[in-house]
C-alpha cells in the first residue's frame, strides 16, 4: 500500500505515520526528516537544505522530486510505503507518477498547530520559531491546499479531523482505508449490518441531488418516495401542481395511514436489501413513514440524512425547474413540516448537511457522511 500523509506542520504526520507503519507493515518515509538529515552533512547540498529549511522555505521542486525518487527507489519500499511531507505542490504531483493508493490529510488550525509545536516535548528546532512557523503554514496554504483538491477530484483524499485524540486519529485512517484494527491487528473491514440511509428535507434543500450522489458515486439503489405520488399524478393525468400533488398524497394517506409511502414501496426496499447491504429512500417525510419501516425490518439501521438550504436559496432552485418550478413558499413549507408530518423526522435526523454553497462542497459532506455511516 502506497500512501501520503498531507497536513501542516503539527497536524501529527509523524505520529500517525509511525503507527500506521507499525500497523500496515510498511516503512515511514518523512522527506522532513531526510531534509534534516542531509542537513547535517557538511557538504554543499546539506548547506543549502539547512538555508532553506531554517529560513521556513520550501526546498525546490526539482531538487526534491530527485531526492524522493532517489529514496524510493530503494529495496525496502517496493512493497509499499507512507510518505510524509511530499508532494507539496502541484509540480510535484506531475512529476510523482508513483501510483499513490490513498492521501491521508490531517485537518487542523493554524492555532492549534503553533500551540501543539511550541508545547511538545521533543524540544524546539531551529526551524520552529514563531516567524519560520508562520512562514511555512502560510507557504502550505498557498502551494498544498491545490495538491489536497487534486488528490480529492481524484477519488483518493481521506479527510480526516486531526484535532482528535491519537488514537481517535488513526482509527479514523484506518476506517478511511477499508481497515479496522483488533486486538492490536489491522484487518479489512467488512460491513455486515443492513442500513437504510433515509434522506429528508424541506423542498429544494437537495435531497435528489444526495440521492444521485450515492447512486453515481457509491452505486446505492435508490427508491424515492416523492416519485410514488408523481407516478399517481401521472395516471391520474392531473395537472403537477401542488394543490394536485397535495390531494393525491391526502387520497393515499386515507387509504394506507400516513406511512403511506412506506407501505407502497415496502416491496421495493425489500428486495433492494436482499442484495445490498446499504439502500437510500429518498424522500421520506413523515414519522409515522419512519415507525413503519423500523417495524416492518427490525433488523435493518434506518440513518436519517437531514438536508438544509436556506429559505431563499431552496426557493430559487425550485423556480428553475422544468417541471413544478412553482412549488414552493411558506404554504408548502408548512404542509410539508406540520400536514405531512415531516418535522419530526428531520428534527430526529442523526445527520445534518448544510447544502447551501458550492455542488463540490456539498458532495465532499456527503463523502464524509456516507464513510460515518458504513463504518459505524
Known amino acids: 500500500m502506497k500512501l501520503v500523509l498531507i497536513g501542516i506542520q503539527g497536524s501529527g504526520k509523524s505520529t500517525q505515520g509511525n503507527l500506521l507503519s507499525k500497523q500496515l507493515k510498511v516503512p515511514y518515509l518523512s522527506t522532513g526528516h531526510i531534509f534534516r538529515e542531509i542537513a547535517k552533512e557538511k557538504t554543499q547540498l546539506g548547506r543549502y537544505i539547512k538555508e532553506t529549511v531554517n529560513a521556513g522555505l520550501l526546498v525546490p521542486d ?12 530503494r529495496p525496502e519500499y517496493k512493497k509499499g510505503y507512507i510518505l510524509d511531507g511530499f508532494p507539496r505542490t502541484l509540480d510535484q504531483v506531475k512529476e510523482f507518477q508513483n501510483n499513490v493508493d490513498k492521501v491521508i490529510y490531517l485537518d487542523i488550525s493554524q ?7 511550541f508545547h511538545r516535548n521533543d524540544g524546539t528546532r531551529s526551524d520552529e520559531t514563531l516567524p519560520a512557523l508562520k512562514k511555512r503554514i502560510a507557504l502550505f496554504y498557498k502551494y498544498t491546499e491545490p495538491v489536497i483538491e487534486y488528490y480529492r477530484k481524484e477519488k483518493k ?49 437537495g435531497k ?17 418516495f416523492g416519485k410514488t405520488v408523481i407516478d399517481k399524478v401521472n395516471q391520474k393525468k392531473l395537472p403537477h401542481s401542488e394543490k394536485a400533488h397535495k390531494e393525491v398524497r391526502e387520497q393515499l394517506r386515507v387509504k394506507y395511514g400516513k406511512e403511506a409511502m412506506a407501505v407502497l414501496n415496502i416491496d421495493k426496499i425489500k428486495k433492494a436489501l436482499e442484495k445490498n447491504l446499504i439502500i437510500v429512500v429518498e424522500g421520506m417525510r413523515s414519522w409515522e413513514e419512519f415507525i413503519y419501516l423500523k417495524k416492518i425490518l427490525p433488523e435493518v439501521k434506518i440513518v436519517i440524512v437531514s438536508i438544509y438550504s436556506e429559505k431563499p436559496l431552496r426557493y430559487k432552485r425550485i423556480s428553475k425547474r422544468n417541471d413544478m ?33 458550492s455542488k463540490e462542497e456539498f458532495n465532499d459532506k456527503l463523502e464524509l457522511t456516507y464513510r460515518t455511516i458504513y463504518f459505524s
Open 62 to 73: 526539482i531538487k526534491t522530486i530527485e531526492i524522493v525518487n532517489s529514496y524510493l527507489s
Open 111 to 117: 492555532k492549534e498547530a503553533i500551540w501543539r509545536l
Open 157 to 205: 483524499l481521506v479527510d480526516i479531523d486531526g484535532t482528535k485524540k491519537i488514537e481517535d486519529v488513526n482509527g479514523e485512517i484506518l476506517k478511511g482505508l477499508g481497515k479496522q484494527l483488533i486486538k492490536n491487528h489491522v484487518t479489512d473491514w467488512k460491513k455486515k449490518q443492513k442500513t437504510i440511509i433515509a434522506i429528508v428535507g424541506l423542498p429544494g434543500s
Open 208 to 224: 435528489t441531488d444526495a440521492a444521485a450522489y450515492l447512486n453515481m458515486n457509491k452505486g446505492l439503489p435508490v427508491i424515492s
Open 325 to 357: 418550478s412553482e412549488h414552493y413558499g411558506e404554504e408548502r413549507d408548512i404542509n410539508e413540516i406540520v400536514g405531512i408530518n415531516a418535522g419530526p423526522t428531520i428534527a430526529y435526523a442523526d445527520h445534518i448537511i448544510k447544502n447551501n454553497y
